[in-house]
């Protein structure tokens, strides 16, 4: 099959190429990709990030990606429920359910999670075998598209199941990639009061999308946005305040940007090191909370997300390309140009 397959460590090495097809084992389907998206990880994964390479252990030659939807081609042994031509997505974190953490429900921070796309193969072929408690059917309505955004929009829901918002909150987000437009809508849907998305001169056509969602933008060159958040919040500052740059002055701004109290949920996975004073986080009684990934019950919730279209998905979509056309993808989002990159298959 053709893929896109990382075909050696270091940066770049990349290549549109034949691939074996997936071994299909007992209890996995493999499916036919019909959309695919590109996500930060995966430029790390072709950065050949350190942090990244340290966390997922890729062994190439591989296949990337891990965020997808498409239709049952095979049915392994022993699987129930799931038949060939059913439309599906599937959870890429191939949690160990036998841990401390996996028994407790946190999943997210499971000891041994490979994650598809990232150690193992991916998604960005023309078929992935996936075990079957990964899989989960699509609403009739939904487009593959959509459903293919998924893993974000579960990450999403995790980040508020573990940071709750609601009316009256004032939602700043720093960073404003895919990941950071994903926790906006999700706090929009929570009924969060007012929302903030702070960025760069370079997030330009980026920050507009967040224009239309409905949200304050700021440009943090050259402005303060602590002083831009208190001016639109009677000088309190934002109740709650999710870092999705993962730069390392990311964490320090969302402390500027967070009120007394405030909560503060850390999702970008930096590459450097980040410094600020800690007694800050004494004198304004702060929290600083960790989010990672998702657990399965967020992404049993997703059908319903999907379902409702409370999010506009397909409003992030900026670039529609072949898969073949992956290293443009990759160059499109370093440059931030832009929102979400969407891999289009044709295998007829
Ligand atoms: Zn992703
Ligand atoms: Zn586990």
């Not at 508020?160 to 809508?185: E, H, K, N, Q, S």
């Not at 919040?233 to 740059?245: K, N, S």
Request: proline share 6%; hydrophobic share 40%; glycine share 10%.
């Amino acid at each position: 099959m053709k893929a896109i397959v990382k075909t050696a460590p270091g940066p770049g090495n990349l290549a549109y190429t034949d691939f074996k097809d997936p071994d299909l084992q007992p209890g996995q389907v493999v499916i036919e990709v019909q959309a695919t998206g590109l996500c930060g990880t995966d430029l790390s994964l072709y950065n050949w990030a350190e942090s990244m390479v340290r966390q997922f252990k890729p062994k190439p030659p591989m296949v990337m990606g891990h965020e997808f939807a498409g239709v049952v081609a095979h049915v392994g042994a022993g699987v129930t429920g799931l038949r060939v031509g059913d439309r599906v997505t599937a959870n890429p974190m191939i949690y160990c359910g036998e841990c401390y953490y996996c028994k407790a429900g946190r999943h997210s921070i499971c000891d041994h999670r490979p994650q598809l796309g990232l150690g193992l193969n991916g998604c960005f072929a023309r078929f992935i075998a996936v075990r079957q408690e990964n899989v989960y059917p699509l609403p009739p309505e939904t487009s593959f598209e959509a459903a293919a955004m998924s893993e974000v929009l579960c990450v999403a829901l995790h980040t508020l199941d573990r940071i709750p918002v609601g009316p009256g909150d004032t939602v700043a987000v720093v960073g404003a990639g895919p990941m950071g437009f994903l926790v906006l809508l999700a706090a929009q849907a929570a009924g969060a009061s007012r929302l903030v998305m702070t960025g760069l001169k370079a997030d330009g056509d980026r920050l507009n999308v967040a224009k239309s969602l409905g949200a304050h933008t700021i440009v943090v060159d050259g402005t303060d946005p602590a002083e831009a958040v208190r001016d639109l919040t009677r000088g309190l500052g934002a109740d709650v305040v999710f870092e999705c740059a993962g730069h390392p002055s990311g964490v320090p701004q969302a402390l500027s940007l967070a009120r007394k109290g405030g909560r503060i949920g850390v999702l970008g996975q930096g590459y450097a090191d980040s410094s600020f004073n800690t007694a800050i986080l004494s004198y304004r009684e702060v929290e600083l909370i960790g989010v990672r990934s998702y657990d399965p019950k967020v992404w049993h919730r997703s059908y319903d997300v999907l379902a409702s279209r409370q999010f506009p998905l397909e409003a992030l979509i900026t670039h529609r390309l072949p898969l073949e056309d992956a290293a443009r993808g990759i160059e499109l989002m370093k440059s931030k140009q832009g929102l979400k990159i969407m891999f289009t298959t044709d295998w007829a």
